[in-house]
């Protein structure tokens, strides 16, 4: 009982970024209402009308993401640094035995099946791989330009990750890497360093995509030329082809207008495939209007303008401002890209709205890397 008092009054006395904190419950609750209305055809199809079950599963991964992100918040960041590199190698393994034993979903071998459950190692890898990057950027600090000592040493971790992460997942493999390189900036790495990683990068990405005609087709439909000599010309530019998730979701915004057409009446869920996952936020443009989908964009602007210039700018020590940038790099990459390709900005990639779109392991991965952030705001000077 002693004890619980003690942590309650350190609690106390050490609050978390408020903040941040309702901007998460906040999500949190759009998703719940969002994924209802938009998960109708997939329990239509799957379930018989059962919005219900679906609706349970998605509100027990939110309960779950929010109790690892209370968790993960009153863990002082240092004690989980000192156990990244031990998580990373086996988050490296698991990413190997998806491989060899992974289970296909969405059309892609991204999962391990453990009894009834499954998930995606590379969830746990990215986080992992940002609490070490962030170890080894604060322990090499007096030689950070040094090729030899402190940047082929960092990135031999990151360009492995990155690799087995982008073999069946191109666009979290990139979005890593650019959060990785971001943090990296700020840790005094050097700028041709850097850039010599992103050619690198780039060049990997060509390869992974010269031998993945799906992955190159949705390219090609973005930029509206053939780019690979490996897909095909009539399937890419069809009415039907990889260009018909892009049109659904601009035809999702034309319908909702300045206002939307309001709560539960969206019309394009019946069409957009995985509306309530992939397109979670063309639903909500749709219903809620241009003015509810800006304002879902403000929450992640004011919740990224609060991990730089709050917490990551007031952290207590060099780590924890580095996790604090790569963190919050990170999760607002995800929802800006996602916004993105829901607007047809950007190419289709199937990456997830953080804490709005069906839930799964990367939200529950989210969740953490929230409570890691909360952590550091508790201890920021």
């Not at 070490?132 to 040493?153: D, N, W």
Request: proline share 4%.
């Amino acid at each position: 009982m002693a004890q619980t008092t003690t942590l309650r009054q350190r609690l106390a006395a050490n609050p978390a970024d408020k903040y941040v904190l309702w901007i998460v419950l906040v999500l949190a609750a759009v998703g719940v209402v969002a994924v209802y209305s938009a998960i109708a055809f997939l329990a239509e199809t799957k379930a018989a009308g059962n919005t219900e079950r679906f609706l349970f599963k998605h509100v027990v991964r939110v309960g779950l993401a929010l109790g690892a992100m209370a968790v993960f918040s009153v863990i002082d960041y240092r004690k989980l640094a000192r156990w990244s590199r031990l998580v990373l190698i086996g988050s490296l393994i698991l990413l190997v035995l998806v491989k060899i034993f992974g289970v296909a979903q969405g059309g892609a071998v991204r999962s391990l099946q453990v009894g009834p459950l499954s998930f995606q190692p590379s969830d746990v890898a990215k986080v992992a791989l940002i609490l070490y990057v962030g170890v080894l950027l604060a322990k090499k600090q007096e030689y950070i330009k040094s090729l030899g000592r402190a940047f082929t040493p960092i990135f031999f971790w990151v360009f492995l990750s990155v690799a087995l992460i982008g073999i069946e997942d191109l666009s979290t493999a990139a979005l890593v890497l650019v959060s990785v390189m971001v943090m990296s900036f700020v840790g005094r790495v050097s700028v041709a360093h850097l850039g010599s990683l992103m050619a690198i990068g780039v060049l990997c990405a060509y390869l992974l995509l010269l031998a993945s005609p799906g992955r190159a087709a949705r390219i090609e439909s973005y930029v509206g030329l053939k780019l690979f000599p490996n897909t095909n010309t009539e399937e890419v530019f069809s009415e039907q082809g990889e260009g018909y998730q892009a049109k659904q979701a601009r035809i999702a915004f034309a319908m909702g207008g300045l206002t939307g057409a309001g709560p539960g009446k969206s019309v394009q869920r019946d069409f957009l495939p995985a509306p309530y996952n992939d397109f979670i936020f063309a639903i909500i443009a749709e219903e809620y209007g241009v003015l509810g989908a800006l304002g879902l964009l403000a929450l992640f602007v004011v919740l990224l303008f609060r991990g730089f210039l709050r917490i990551a700018r007031h952290a207590p020590d060099p780590l924890g401002l580095f996790l604090g940038v790569g963190f919050t790099t990170m999760v607002a990459l995800y929802s800006f890209i996602h916004a993105g390709v829901s607007c047809g900005l950007l190419p289709v990639t199937g990456l997830p709205m953080p804490f709005v779109s069906y839930g799964g392991t990367s939200m529950i991965a989210t969740g953490v890397m929230i409570g890691i952030l909360l952590n550091i705001s508790r201890q920021a000077k």
